[in-house]
């Protein structure tokens, strides 16, 4: 498994932009396919973006379709989530995951950050 770690979660205005990224320990970081996640408060966890290994497939819910845009740097062991055009409905803990090639579910998980976007 790998060890995530989520970052550039905060306050924003709605209409705002975000980047959240997520550093992963470990050298076979190109051998995960990789996912953004978010889980708003009394709602259930969300699957938003997923990235294939070598970053050609990437995947989104209708939610964020269209204002959100992973990505991934395979030699800095990071995946990204570009996140434009905010709205309150966006706020929510955003967790990214890791998902072993051989494994069908994804099994490592960051702490979260928190986005909170304003109206």
């Known amino acids: 498994q790998v060890q995530l770690v989520e970052s550039g979660g905060g306050l924003v205005q709605a209409g705002g932009s975000l980047r959240l990224s997520c550093a992963a320990s470990g050298r076979t970081f190109r051998y995960y396919a990789m996912a953004w996640f978010r889980q708003a408060p009394d709602k259930e966890r969300e699957n938003i973006a997923t990235?294939?290994?070598?970053?050609?497939?990437?995947t989104y819910a209708d939610s964020v379709k269209g204002r959100f845009t992973i990505s991934r740097d395979n030699a800095k062991n990071t995946v990204y989530l570009q996140m434009n055009s905010l709205k309150p409905e966006d706020t929510a803990v955003y967790y990214c995951?890791?998902?072993?090639?051989?494994?069908?579910?994804?099994?490592?998980w960051g702490q979260g950050t928190q986005v909170t976007v304003s109206s």
């Open positions: 990235i294939s290994a070598y970053g050609t497939t990437t």
């Open positions: 995951a890791a998902r072993d090639l051989s494994r069908p579910d994804f099994g490592s």
